[in-house]
């Protein structure tokens, strides 16, 4: 549904020009959730942005839908920005001056198409991500948690192929972004949608199907979340995110790992300090006060960075 | 709600804050360009304010100054709009509203709020203008001459403004949405500006700058018409553009590195320092205008005192109370008619001399205009007309014996020798209007004596030489000049009586100001040319207007009574007092409100970081004193370099003129300095507001504070 080929970007400052994206490839499918993981300036928010038609880039192709976006004019763009993609930013993006429920209906408002089915989807949406008892409330009034859902279900207001997501726990605390994280199952779940993500926080990055890390603008691995249900599965994947992050934090610039790779996390935790190793404990929404090197449950291997997530 | 449009609609109305900002910002700037047009071109001012002359030009320059001040402040007020704006915009577009889309919407927004704003305030100028001038006639002084008209054309420059901030702020609302990066649009509102940091020279260079682009600026024109004997153009003036690099730079260090040695205590107001200096472009702009509008209130206000108190003093020192001259042929009133006037008001004259003068004609080296802006050295064989006393009528008149050699004359002058560039001494030849007899002469220096010393010009010949070229001349070549006392004490009443009587004495032939020059135009009437003097460049003087400044500063005749001089000082020259005022109290006002949105800008930019002071713990103390530190230099820089800047220009200028400060010069820059201590008490007062004000906004109790302490 989603491929980008051999994506390039690079910023201009003065006369100099700094690449950020050294040709990305990558496709996500069909209700997938995929997430994008990597150190500061690795150059996720660029592709992000590259990918919601926010930024123009030299060089490549994305393909959204069988759509080619470059060379799209102005409005072509917003038309795709409209219809196809959905959008979840980490400071939320809401309008001030719009309720809850019009804040959801923005992009339909946009469309032009604000109809009965419309009405019905902001309803069954505000119902479906626990919100539709601040339908009628402004967004200053809302907590922060509350703000993202209300931003998760704009972005499904137009029945998107995908949702693009920047950094969307990164201003919540645990309980708030465990909570968007189940918005974001139950839109794939419910509403058929396809999730690609931004973020720093292993926990976030270990609810989905595939993660990319991405390394002074190249993909350095894919990890893939493998078989399996539940928290374990999500608990083991969370593991091996860890243990590849340290991994590709110690390699040289330009390696890219060969051969099989054991992530199996038995050891002190060594992920740099830009990458969230999941310092926050997501325990069904209590937080754990417990400074991270205390062992807070029963010791599994890899528990002291992974947290307990029971 | 299911439209764009209601939906742009309904984002307006909670954009009301910052739409008030802007309409605000475009009402006072409307207000004020529209209230000084239409003083400048009022034709009371214009009246009054001969053309090409000094006051006007001044008049003109810091309407020059206030017009640029209110260009920034306009565009800064909608730069600050569509930052605010920007949030708005760049999440629509991230939604898929296409610019295009979202354009005649914005457009629409941006237009109305200007236009109201704009007509707002072009509407209530003209208000404005006249509570304030009809202040001044009702509080401070009245005239027949300060009754106010309007010239309505003055409207074209507001119309011309208003254009320019209707175009401009539709032409950012395009640029804008223009953008292709979304991200920049979203995230434009914490987009931070800063300087680069110029290195800890830049204050001091920039003083230096200031320093040298005045004195260049000032000398400039002189040397160039030394060096290349042609009138500079008026291209010449950006010369004194270096004032303004300097003024930038000095603006620029205060933001980056402030003034004060940071060495004891280098954490002092670090949080302050650092929102301004990230805000450092538009910092920088609002400081360097606010100093230019201030430099042009405090210019403006300097022109009352230095008229003033060097006018008062030359009028205190007077050795008569009355001082007047005619040609003998008119009928004027002698000492008895006078003392019997006097009497009618239970006063009596004392100390009555009269003495005889000719008018005769001088050759002279003087500037002649070529073709183009070029001009040359020349002697005119008659060049002016100038009244020559005898040896005994100057003692006669001042008590002060004089021995001029013959075939020789001196001019007289004041003490200090200042303001004699209307003396000719240059001639080398004098001559009889009347039989053409000429009397060669030669500069023999100055006679010193402050009464006569004018720019009427008055010469004294050797007694002989002064026989030998009178004879022959008609009645209206020859003069008297008296002067005397009163016994006792003076009366307003005699001297209007006085006054009126004189004028009333004189014939229509004496119906001209004092620089219409009859030997110059018989001169350029033998050329074939017509005098200037006889064109309507000519300001005219009517008799029946005793009481204009045209008419008491220029007419030929004009007699010099202390105590008429004395009390009708502010009415005689209450157009230009209460014009200078009127500009130094828009500019003043201009200056204020910019500092005062500039600050609660920062305010409005800045409240997340006071708010994660405050719940970092920190005190109402510390809080207030980084506002201060914020509000603090906003409001003293440009005080403290506008009034210094301008002090030191007025006193460069005061020095330059003549090489000297004079008595009247000393006394006037003296009450400068106090009236810039009123000003600086006026803007403290209004910092103390802004610090309250800003206080208020971000909740500190600055009662609280106080029981902290």
Redesign the interface.
Known sequence: MLYVKNLHKSYQSGSKSYPVLKGINFSVAKQEFVAVMGPSGSGKSTLL?CI?????FEQGTITLGGQELKGLD??A???????K?G?V?QDF??????SVR?NI???R????K?DQDAEKLADKLLSLFGIDHIAGKYPADVSGGERQRTAVA?SLI?RPLLILADEPTGNLDSKSSRAVIESFENARAKLGASIFMVTHDSYAASFCDRVILLKDGVVYDTLEAGHGRGEERQAAFQDRLLGAIREMSSASPGDNPSGSRNYDNNTESNAPAHIDPGSRNYNGGTENKAPAHIGAGTETPGSAERRDTK | MTTLKSLEKQLQKTDRKQAVLYLFCNFISLLLITAYSAMMFSPTVLEVFPEGGDSRKQMVAIFVLALFGCVVFTIYASNLFFRKKAKQLGTLMALGASGRRLLPGLIREVFTLSAVSSFAGILAGFPFILILWNSFRLFLTDSTQMILTIDFRCLYLSAAFFVIVIGFSCLNAYRCLKRTNIMEIMHEEHRNEPVKEPGTWCGPAGILLLLAGAALGYIAPAAYMKLFSAYPTAWINLLYAPVFVGLYMIMLHTVVYGWRSRKKHPYKNLIARSMMKFQGKQTVNNLLVSTVLIGGSVFGIFYIPMLSVGQAMEVNARPYDYFYHYRTDQSIPGKEEIAALAAKYSLAIRDFNNAPYVSLAMDGITEVEDEGRSFHYERIPLLNEAKFFPESSYETLTGEKISVEKGSYMAISNTDETNTYFLNLTASTLTNMVTFQTLPVSFAGYAHYDFLADTRGYYVLNNEDYETIAAGLTPDWTGTAAVFNMEGGDSYEFARDFFCTLISSFGPECEMPSYYDRVEKYYKNQKGEVYWGDTPDMTRISFSEPDTSEFRSFWKYMPKIRILDQTDFTRTFSVFLMMFLFIAIICSLAAMVISYTRCMTILLNNRYVFDDLKRLGASPGFLIQEIRGQAGPVFLIPAAVGMSAMYLLYLLLMYANDGKLTAGEIGGMAVCLLILAAIAGIYFLVYRYTVKNMCRQLDIDRKQKRRSL
């Open positions: 942005n919601s038609c926010y930024i123009p102005e409005n763009l917003a038309k795709v920005r409209n219809e993609l959008f930013f993006m809401l309008l001030d001056g719009l019009e209906l923005v992009p408002i946009i469309q032009g604000v704009r137009n």
